[in-house]
């Protein structure tokens, strides 16, 4: 009964280096939402996914910044050339299809980025 | 423009007491609000939710209080446990464009005193 897996727990990266955050949402979810937090601060909205598709992107910076949930396999969340602002809890959620809003989210347990 | 608001960072509370965490909205399109738990190095956790057509919802401790004409809700913990002592994050979520939108608090860090 695997819930929402995200991997790696821990990531460093140098300024200017590449970040691939990963999410496999629960068995049987389809959508996928992905959230920061900053230190002190609370979850912050970035990108809502389905399968193959880019629902919501609102909250995603418009550069180096990128998602995407391909037909098999994890969703992916993309940070191109990091810089220190972009230290970080990187969480992800997961829900199932679903025919009105009352339905609760599943949270992994996060990716730490920190960048030197 | 924080749409879902904790104003207070944190809250201590004796074992055994009432804790009542605080969360205040400011979009009437909001339908649906949730609770979430979250503990250090951990992802939240749901905890407890309420539609807007409802003004309360329990669940064992948990209760949820939503007043609609002041946009606000509340959650009760009775009596606090020690295990109780997390963050606390208030969510609100709406339909918008035939999607779902979740709208998260800062948080409100609960210590309950043994």
């Known amino acids: 009964n695997a819930g929402v897996m995200q991997n790696p727990r821990h990531l460093v990266r140098r300024r200017g280096q590449e970040a691939r955050l990963r999410c496999s949402p629960m068995?049987?979810?389809?959508?996928v939402y992905w959230y920061r937090q900053l230190p002190e601060e609370g979850l912050k909205f970035m990108v809502y996914?389905?399968?193959?598709?880019?629902?919501?992107e609102s909250g995603m910076p418009k550069e180096r910044f990128s998602a995407e949930f391909p037909k098999e396999g994890p969703s992916i969340l993309r940070i191109q050339q990091v810089v220190r602002g972009d230290s970080a809890a990187y969480f992800c959620?997961?829900?199932?299809?679903?025919?009105?809003?009352?339905?609760?989210?599943?949270f992994g347990d996060g990716t730490r980025l920190s960048i030197l | 423009d924080q749409q879902v608001k904790q104003n207070s960072p944190s809250l201590s509370v004796q074992e055994g007491r009432i804790s009542i965490l605080n969360c205040d909205y400011t979009?009437?399109?909001?339908?649906?609000f949730l609770w979430y738990k979250k503990y250090p190095a951990e992802g939240p956790t749901f905890l407890i939710s309420?539609?807007?057509?409802?003004d309360k919802n329990e669940d064992g401790r948990f209760t949820v209080f939503l007043n609609k004409s002041a946009k606000h809700l509340s959650l009760h913990i009775v009596p606090s446990q020690p295990g109780d002592s997390a963050v606390y994050f208030c969510?609100?979520?709406?339909?918008?464009?035939?999607?779902?939108?979740?709208?998260f608090g800062t948080g409100t860090r609960l210590k309950v005193l043994a």
């Open positions: 996914l389905q399968k193959e598709n880019i629902i919501d």
């Open positions: 979009n009437s399109m909001f339908d649906y």
């Open positions: 309420i539609s807007s057509i409802k």
């Open positions: 959620a997961s829900s199932p299809p679903r025919q009105n809003s009352n339905q609760p989210q599943h």
């Open positions: 969510a609100a979520s709406f339909t918008t464009s035939g999607t779902y939108k979740y709208i």
């Open positions: 068995k049987g979810h389809s959508h």
